[in-house]
């Protein structure tokens, strides 16, 4: 696909212009193939290298202020045999209950933009779920305070409605909290992952449905979810390791048990014990992987990219 | 699309539910917003409206400093990170195996799937021990002019925020890419462009449109990142940093909640703007096809 000067040596053109010197011309395709390789060498240099180097910095020894190279598995001993195991599964519970919530409370709107909405209209009633998703973390996260809070405003319309009598203290500073937090945030990408696996479902397959007198919940069941897997597993796994992954969100909206992963490594980083930030890193691409592969045998997830080839 | 007229009812609850979901997903930032026109602040009975909070923002010289610095690191992501997405797009749709495309779409994306905090550590780990080896080296080489490339600043913020950014530039430029036919590059070609001619003359022009939206996303989601840049930057500050340090020192205080709203009006002005104005750009684009479609009546 890169060529340098094709009609170089054809056509007489050498006849107009000088031709190019053979060294030039090497220099130049190399020079065009590297430029055309940097992203992947970038993305090589500053993104998987160290991923993949987290796990050998993880058995290597503290020191004081940093680590010395050795071996020892007292960082994943000092993960696996603490409370940080239980706070580490608890927050995959909540996380999986998040994924849950987004996925019954976004995915139906995927469905409807692809179903309902002509196809010239669909990609802007899209974009309004970028909206929020262009407001800060930081402001989002921290704007549920106010909302979820005992003297929020939650509670000051629910007790000016008379549903309650008393605030609920429960959605704040609580696992609740933290699961609110979580949809709050990522349910955008449930509709857009929904939105792009719906492309896999065509739409005069909802017209053979209708036409077979498919029931509704047996057109989603059996027509709707098989074609649409890829897309909402990959959803699906976003929304559950960033849940997994994102401190903000424990550390603003949970109470003092709720710590993820990415809290026990920013607190470990915090306290000067690197390794073991480097282990937690280390699992949660283990984690991560896991759950691509597993993915991958179940649905074949390349079948996602199709919307874009 | 036959039930529409049948149950119309159901389509339009359908609609309601769809806006209802977005407009509590925006919620609790108009709340803030709400709350930052507040004299009285968070939890008043009594709402006086005021700019208040607002004027003491303009005068922070620390959060001004702040500002310069994370729209410096904006700017740069933007001009380093837009062409990186793009030419790994090109090569992507130029690159003939499927296991160099799988390589190229799995390094760009799996970004996405990597949670902020792990990222950030593992960068951060990952830049302490290239400073360490460079003082190494430099000790052992006895030449000191490349010992603080990597040191924490602007470099690593640098880098963490081009990973944070590239996936979301690479689809939506791979997008736009899917509508451009690949053969008007040849034509080019074989009338004698060189490749970058045909290229800028003629594929430019009808990707810009993505090409323009990746970098305002760009720029608004590395001036709202806060985990990967406050992990990798270093010394100074950055407004996001200095936020956070507000609500966690302060509580929520009358000026967070203004600086709160300041900054997300900003970026849902910006981001509003570029919707409206595509929305209503490629309604005019549809519009001249059509007319150009139809056929000129001779009288």
Redesign the interface.
């Known amino acids: 696909?890169?060529?340098?000067?094709?009609?170089l040596g054809g056509m007489g053109g050498s006849d107009i212009t000088a031709p190019i010197p053979a060294s030039r011309l090497r220099w130049q395709r190399g020079l065009?193939r590297a430029?055309?390789?940097?992203?992947?060498i970038?993305?090589?240099v500053?993104?998987?290298?160290?991923?993949a180097?987290?796990v050998v910095?993880s058995v290597f020894e503290r020191t004081m202020f940093?680590m010395k190279p050795g071996f020892t598995l007292f960082s994943y001993e000092n993960f696996f045999f603490s409370a940080r195991l239980d706070n580490f599964l608890s927050s995959m519970m909540h996380s999986s209950v998040s994924v849950v919530v987004s996925f019954v409370?976004?995915f139906?709107?995927a469905v409807?933009?692809r179903r309902?909405i002509p196809q010239?209209a669909q990609h802007?009633?899209i974009?309004?779920?970028?909206?929020?998703f262009?407001?800060?973390?930081?402001?989002?996260i921290?704007?549920?305070?106010?909302?979820l809070q005992r003297?929020g405003?939650v509670n000051t319309v629910l007790l000016e409605l008379g549903v309650i009598t008393e605030p609920i203290t429960a959605i704040l500073y609580t696992p609740m909290g933290v699961i609110i937090g979580e949809v709050?945030s990522f349910?955008?990408f449930i509709v857009f992952a929904g939105f792009l696996a719906m492309e896999a479902v065509p739409k005069y397959i909802f017209e053979i449905c209708?036409d077979l007198g498919a029931p509704r919940h047996r057109v989603f069941i059996d027509v709707i979810l098989p074609l649409a897997a890829p897309g909402i597993f990959a959803g699906g796994?976003?929304i559950f390791?960033?849940g997994?992954?994102?401190?903000?969100l424990p550390n603003i909206l949970g109470g003092p048990g709720a710590v993820n992963?990415?809290?026990i490594?920013?607190q470990?980083?915090a306290a000067l014990d690197?390794p073991l930030?480097?282990a937690?890193?280390a699992i949660?691409?283990a984690t991560?992987l896991a759950l691509?592969y597993l993915g991958h045998r179940l649905f074949n997830l390349?079948r996602i990219?199709s919307?874009?080839? | 699309?036959?039930d529409?007229y049948t149950r119309l009812w159901t389509?339009r609850l359908?609609w309601l539910?769809?806006?209802l979901?977005?407009f509590?997903?925006?919620?609790?930032?108009f709340?803030?917003i709400y709350?930052s026109f507040n004299q009285n602040g968070?939890?008043a009975r009594d709402y006086v409206f005021t700019f208040e909070w607002y004027s003491g923002i303009f005068t922070d010289l620390l959060l001004m400093n702040a500002l310069g610095n994370t729209m410096l690191l904006a700017a740069i992501t933007t001009v380093l990170a837009v062409p990186?997405?793009l030419?790994?797009a090109?090569?992507y749709k130029?690159?003939?195996t499927d296991r160099a495309k799988?390589?190229?779409?799995s390094?760009?994306l799996?970004?996405?799937?990597?949670?902020?905090?792990?990222?950030?550590?593992?960068?951060?780990?990952?830049f302490?021990?290239l400073n360490i080896a460079c003082a190494t080296a430099g000790e052992w080489l006895g030449v000191s002019w490349f010992e603080t490339w990597f040191e924490l600043g602007y470099f690593s913020a640098l880098?963490g925020l081009?990973?944070y950014t590239?996936p979301y530039i690479f689809?939506v430029i791979?997008?736009t890419m899917?509508r451009y036919k690949e053969q008007q590059s040849e034509a080019a070609?074989s009338c004698?462009a060189?490749?970058w001619q045909a290229f800028y003359q003629i594929e430019f022009p009808q990707i810009r449109a993505g090409v323009f939206s990746a970098c305002a996303f760009t720029v608004?989601l590395s001036?709202?990142?806060?985990?990967r840049t406050s992990?990798l930057k270093g010394g100074y500050d950055t407004i996001?940093s200095v936020?956070?340090s507000q609500?966690l020192n302060e509580g929520?205080s009358e000026q967070s909640y203004a600086m709160?709203s300041l900054?997300?009006f900003i970026?849902?002005a910006?981001?509003?703007s570029i919707?409206i104005y595509?929305?209503v750009h490629t309604d005019r684009l549809?519009r001249e096809a059509r007319a150009k479609a139809q056929p000129v009546m001779s009288s």
Request: charged share 10%; proline share 6%; no cysteine.
């Open positions: 696909m890169i060529k340098v000067r094709p009609q065009s430029l055309f390789l940097l992203p992947i970038f993305m090589m500053f993104f998987a290298l160290p991923l180097l987290t910095w940093w409370l976004g139906p709107i409807f933009i309902r010239v802007r009633v974009l309004l779920f970028i909206l929020p262009m407001v800060s973390e930081i402001i989002r921290f704007a549920l305070r106010p909302v003297t405003l709050m349910l955008p209708d796994v976003f390791v960033n997994l992954g994102v401190a903000l992963a990415g809290l490594a920013t470990a980083i690197f930030a480097m937690v890193s949660m691409m991560l691509l390349t990219l919307p874009i080839n | 699309m036959g529409d389509y359908k539910y769809t806006l979901v977005v509590t997903l925006m919620l609790p930032v709340y803030v709350i968070f939890g990186l997405g030419i790994a090109k090569f130029a690159t003939g799988l390589l190229t779409v390094l760009l799996s970004p996405l799937f990597v949670p902020a905090d792990i990222l950030g550590s593992a960068l951060l780990v990952f302490k021990n880098v081009i990973i590239i689809v791979l997008i899917g070609r004698g060189t490749a608004i001036f709202n990142e806060y985990t992990l996001t936020l956070i609500m929520m709160s900054i997300s970026a849902i910006v981001i509003g919707i595509t929305l549809e």
